[in-house]
């Protein structure tokens, strides 16, 4: 049962791509000054306007890093990133980071953290985007709660309302899921694709999850264990909303796997590719 | 078919104007805590088994100034009496608002100037640098050392334990609002970094209320060694206040019930100050940071 797509990719290949990762390499200094650790080498990614791109790979080969290097927290060593054609020097509004860590303030209520970023708009208007955030998100009733009397799940709605309503261009988001049970993580990931629908930004979402990966991502880019390198961009095949039984996702996870040196169906193979580290980390 | 595709699928038939495709998780957690009645059994535990390790207190007291037949010291009767005629001689409310004054001022005045220059100091390397050995080399010079000086400086009055008072705070609060500052989470500081604040809405939106709870809790700590301070000023610097009675009551005729008396009331209003303080903890802005401490 293939259903139609309901609606195009809204994938417009107009011109600039809103994000272009142009040939970034990164070495973390040693302390005592011998030897840098290489993390991320020769990394090529563009994205254009308003797709949705997953970042898949092990633990500790650089996903963070190289987030932290789009969005401006972090010089690379190497390379440059553009945003709509601007070198990116710093941080900015236009750009939301959803952080690994969960960056939502406990000393304010769910209302003030989604309003975090509306500072210079009226009273008015701010009342308003927050609950059509709030609405959006999911966390209508819960706009006077404190962060301490939300759960996980509701923490990163939070978190990705207040991103939201900042009205950013792009969404950089670090596993944001991570920490979440099995069918919360399942909700929020269609909630996700649905909010990405309505709000049609631009979205590259981090994380170690492959099936994640296929079930949200136009495409998504594969990178090896460190020093990381693309290993594979691809892009997934299935109409929205996505059959997780069809073929194709099967044969999407596959290729994935196999680019990462592992397979379902022999177990994790024991050569995990030409950077493997000495304690077998891939 | 799996729970996500029926999960994305319900998402997809969603129209923006609809409360999105998740409802509202019932959860009652928001009223938790706040109104979770504690167990009539442990109230009147907290109660009665404090009682009664007070009231055999007194009774241990009272046994042994009679046991020891001392003629100056007071049981504690005697010292009940004692209060009564410090009230009746308008003393008992004149000594301890005088007390509580210089309190409030010096510690006020080293809350003016020790939080502002902590926050700077914990956000400013070259200010920490600067400052930090300067600081830290007057720290351990104890308040009463500085009894003579201020005496030297503002004679006989309100103004030296004032300053005794601030002198005693200002340095720890300074350090400990920078520490404070210091250990803000750094995920804080990204995220309002990439919202795009000014550097006085990053102070005032973010690095102040992330060190708060921080700071109270010291401030809270340092209240109590302020209520020391003043006791202790008071015995030298001046003529009235709850230290002042103590000294005066022995000077002027050895009268050891209004000693103690001044003792209780010291103890009782040091008890108070610190329970004051706690509410502080209880607000919404600060009770995140201090776990189910006081929920
Ligand atoms: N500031 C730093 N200084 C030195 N090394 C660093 C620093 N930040 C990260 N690294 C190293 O870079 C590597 C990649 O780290 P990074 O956090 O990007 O991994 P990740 O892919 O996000 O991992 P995870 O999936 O566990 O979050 C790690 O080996 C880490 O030790
Ligand atoms: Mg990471």
Redo the contacts with the bound molecule.
Sequence with gaps: MIEPPTQSLPTERTGTPAVLVRDVWMD??HKQGSQA?P?LEQINVEIPRGEFVCVV????????????IIAGF?KASRGEVLVEGESVHGPDPRRIVIF?EGSVFPWLTVSANVGFGLNHVSAAERERVIQHYIDMVGLTGFESAYLRQLSGGMRQRVEIARALAANPEVLYM??PF?ALDYFTRFKMRADLVRIWQQEKKTILF?T?DIDEAIQLADRVVV?SS?P?TIRLIMSVPLPRPRDLNSPIYLETRDRILNALGMSLRNGINASCGSHSDASGNC | MTPAVSGEQAALKNDPGERGGVSPPVVSIVHRGADAAPLAGITARAIVLPSLVAVMFLLFWDGAVRLSGSQLFPKPLDVLWGLVELAKKGLLVKYVVASLFRVTWGFTLAVIVGIPFGLLMGSNKLVQEAFNPLIQGFRPISPIAWIPVSILWFGVSDAAPVFLIFLARVFPITVSTAAAVKSVQSVYLRAADNFGLTKFQLFSQVIFPASLPQIITGLRIGLGIAWLVVVAAEMIAVNSGLGYLIIDARNAGKRYDLVVAGMVLIGVIGWLLDLLMRQVERFQTVKWAYGTLHD
């Design positions: 973390f200094p650790t993390v790979g092990p633990s500790g080969c650089g996903k963070t890093t190289l987030l932290n972090l690994q670090d596993e991570g981090v170690h990178l460190r990381s």
